[in-house]
């Protein structure tokens, strides 16, 4: 008999339950699972009795009621006469506005300021070392504070900043810029932009190939640019210049007319694409000093020239290391724009959360969507990684 | 000399051009080596000279730093009257007047309780580190009451006492319920591995703000019909479930990091689960962690401004109330500089003691 036959063969008995493990280990898990269904069960038996001691009826019906409040931004049609259903929506679509503006900002900003840092230049990156330590020490609600409040110490409209020959306006009502007006046959234009986007792709793809097979190598990115503008400029001239622009003008009172950005989506959008620009200034910093200089040294060595290093060698490595911290940098500001609340911009946090939980008393509802909303931001997210930390994989021989 | 002749290979050093060395050649290298380096030194030097000289005027130079109202501040710059009039309240909140020394008691002890736990060269450290670990005792009876001293209701609670009670208390305990966490994550045991990652996915998934409102509005729905217990015990208990998973997810790369090696050799030593992490696999793994750690931890203590949204006043809130006030309104760029640099102060030290941390790990791991 072998140790192992030995080992389980001898019959199960009750004090094996603690002294061997692989017994141990299902008990404790009995153990865990009967805390949190009795947990489970003593949280939803009081919430039930909570809830009947209210007179508050559970369900998502309130989301069809009426919202009976004003949203001062909207990308989609919506007054106070429709449902609270509508509204969510409206906040939602807010908060992904805030949330996408502030991510290409914050990306611009804190890869300049990333690169920066790492400048030769004493001043320069002394000055960006300060930036980013400020900004990430502050907590981003008072930057977001404080941005409202300067905008609103801005002078009234009647005084207003003027740019550009009085097309731009800055007052304490936010920027004022001129709104385009499409007119008929304008539709061909994004189209050819799209068609000129897609060839490029496909171009970039041959490109690709024919570098990979024959070793040519065509400058890809000059001739997509110049495709991709080229092409939609030429749609634009060749259907007549279908874009007019409508400026505001100023009134008595008021400024009429244009496209007017809030001063609370301005404040909630500078705020949060600097306080983040901030982290991923660390983080771009961090990637390119992840890359040993021996890569570059090879390069040289190889022939390749400075730019050619840079592009080829240095950045898709940097990038390994840069994108997974940079996409919980995106999914923490679309977190944080849910501050809003605090300068009444009317994102989902501010509409479901907070009007429409007050008024119709349906905090549980409203809070579990509200939950939902982000969770699935994050989800999508964190999709986003696996898949590209799949497609990034370092293939070891 | 010129024309003193020398062997081969005999010939004294020349001392380098004075242009490449000293002041003169650290400017040409770092500050002016190319004509985009020079316009970039004059435009960062321009930039700095403009935001250090408007900074100065307005927050020193043509400040006021007393009066009744801001009808008292006349010279154009900053009003820092309010904040010299409230300065009590940013710090103590309404924390009534003649027991501020227990506030003040409480700060001076946390400073001592942390210096042992912060730094190795401590005299009586031993004894110090029994101390810590019985200040949130201390602390509790102080800012409370109790023994002889008048109890003070946690609604009275405000300012700056506010974000140490909440940080303070959520770093505490938010560390073991991490490593707990941590480990469950780890653990062999599918079930328990579930649940933690549930819920640490959970918890990081949703902003603070949702769960804040939780605390505000939907815990007390939990709990058995007729129970209520205080906002601020609510709120502490989630900033603590939030910051702990976010720990979990830090000290997880920790765990990560030990080879199974080091699980292994304890296992054939004849240590159990416990032992082995307790004795082996935690302390590595807590010592990779500490900087990111500390990082975590001044999240949380940012994040503890977010109190004043569910109406909690902390030194934001209490800004926000002087604001409200109809003798201040307007100064609201003076209220959050000031909340502003009092969080930095706090953060920046913070980031700098991690700094420290991670430069005296390093010289250990080297030898």
């Known amino acids: 008999m072998s140790l192992a036959e030995a080992h389980a063969g001898s019959g199960f008995t009750i004090s094996k339950l603690w002294t061997e493990k692989r017994y141990r280990s299902v008990l404790f898990q009995l153990i865990a699972l009967a805390l949190l269904v009795a947990l489970v069960f003593f949280i939803v038996n009081n919430t039930i009795a909570n ?10 019906g309130f989301l069809s009621q009426p919202a009976n409040y004003d949203i001062n931004q909207r990308l989609i049609e919506y007054d ?18 805030v949330a996408v503006s502030g991510i290409i900002l914050a990306t611009l900003l804190g890869f300049t300021f990333g690169v920066l840092r790492l400048s030769n230049n004493w001043v320069v990156s002394r000055l960006v070392y300060v930036f980013v330590e400020v900004t990430r020490n502050v907590p981003v609600l008072l930057q977001i504070l404080l941005w409202h409040g300067t905008i609103l110490n801005l002078p009234t409209v009647k005084n207003a900043f003027s740019f550009f020959s009085q097309t731009f306006f800055l007052s304490n009502r936010g920027l004022t810029v001129p709104g385009p007006v499409p007119e008929p046959g304008f539709q061909v234009v994004p189209i050819v932009f799209l068609a000129a986007v897609i060839g490029a792709i496909v171009f970039t793809r041959w490109a690709k190939r024919v570098q990979d097979e ?43 007319g244009g496209v007017t950005l809030r001063p609370e989506f301005i404040a909630l959008w500078l705020a949060l694409s600097f306080y983040t620009a901030a982290f991923i200034a660390e983080v771009v910093r961090a990637g390119i000093q992840s890359v040993s200089r021996g890569q570059t040294e090879a390069a040289y060595s190889l022939g390749l020239r400075p730019g050619r290093t840079t592009r080829m060698v240095i950045i898709p490595q940097a990038m390994r290391v840069i994108v997974p911290p940079l996409t919980s940098q995106y999914l923490n500001l679309t977190k944080n724009s849910s501050l809003a609340i605090a300068i009444g911009y009317m994102d989902i946090t501010a509409t479901l959360g907070g009007i429409t939980l007050n008024q119709t008393g349906q905090a549980m509802e409203a809070v579990m969507l509200l939950m939902a909303v982000y969770l699935s931001f994050s989800l999508f997210t964190s999709l986003f990684m696996n898949w590209y930390n799949h497609r990034t994989k370092l293939v070891e021989r | ?62 400040a006021d730093f007393s009066g009744a109202s801001r009808q008292d501040c006349t010279s154009g710059g900053a009003c820092w009257a309010l904040i010299n009039v409230r300065f009590g309240q940013f710090i103590y909140g309404f924390y009534p007047e003649a027991q501020r020394w227990r506030v003040n008691l409480a700060f001076v002890g946390l400073v001592v309780a942390l210096w042992p736990l912060l730094f190795d060269n401590v005299p009586a450290r031993k004894q110090l580190l029994w101390y810590a670990g019985a200040y949130p005792i201390i602390a509790f009876v102080l800012l409370l009451g109790g023994f002889g001293l008048e109890s003070v209701e946690t609604a ?9 009670v909440i940080g303070v208390t959520g770093i505490a305990v938010s560390l ?75 000290v997880r790369g920790g765990l990560q990091a030990i080879p199974v090696g080091q699980r292994e050799a304890a296992e054939s030593l004849g240590l159990g689960y416990w032992r082995t992490m307790y004795l082996i696999i935690l302390p590595q793994a807590l010592k990779i962690s500490i900087p990111g750690i500390v990082n975590s931890f001044i999240g949380l203590f940012k994040d503890t401004t977010l109190v004043a949204i569910i109406g909690l006043l902390d030194p934001l809130g209490i800004g926000r109330a002087a604001l409200a006030d109809t003798k201040w309104q307007g100064l609201s760029s003076e209220v959050y500089v000031f909340v502003a640099v009092l969080f930095f102060i706090f953060s920046f030290g913070m980031s700098r003691y991690s700094l420290y941390l991670e430069k005296k790990l390093e010289v250990g791991h080297a030898s």
């Open chain 1, 51 to 60: 809830l009947q001691a209210l007179g508050v009826s559970y369900g998502f």
């Open chain 1, 80 to 97: 106070s006469t429709m449902t609270h259903g509508r509204a969510a929506i409206v906040g939602l679509l807010n908060t992904l506005l």
């Open chain 1, 214 to 256: 024959t070793g040519r190598v065509y400058p890809v990115f000059l001739i997509n640019i110049v495709g991709i503008i080229g092409l939609t400029v030429l749609a634009f001239l060749v259907t007549g210049k279908p874009l007019s622009w409508e400026i505001a003008e100023m009134g008595r009172f008021n400024l009429s």
């Open chain 2, 1 to 62: 000399m010129a024309d003193a002749t020398y062997q081969p290979g005999q010939h004294p050093d020349l001392p380098p051009p004075p242009s490449t060395t000293g002041v003169v050649g650290w400017v040409r290298n770092n500050l002016l080596s190319s004509p985009l380096n020079i316009f970039l030194t004059v435009v960062s030097g321009l930039l700095v000279y403009f935001v250090a000289t408007s900074v100065y005027e307005w927050g020193f130079a043509n």
């Open chain 2, 156 to 164: 009275k609670f405000g300012g700056f006492l506010l974000t140490m």
């Open chain 2, 176 to 250: 073991p319920l991490g490593i707990v966490l941590a480990l469950g994550r780890r653990s062999d045991m599918l079930f328990i591995r579930t649940i933690c990652i549930g819920f640490i996915e959970f918890i990081r998934g949703v902003p603070l703000i949702t769960l804040l409102f939780v605390a505000s509005t939907l815990l007390s729905f939990f709990l058995p019909p007729g129970t209520t217990f205080n906002l601020l015990l609510r709120v502490l208990i989630m900033v603590t479930l939030f910051s702990s998973a976010y720990l979990a997810e830090v």
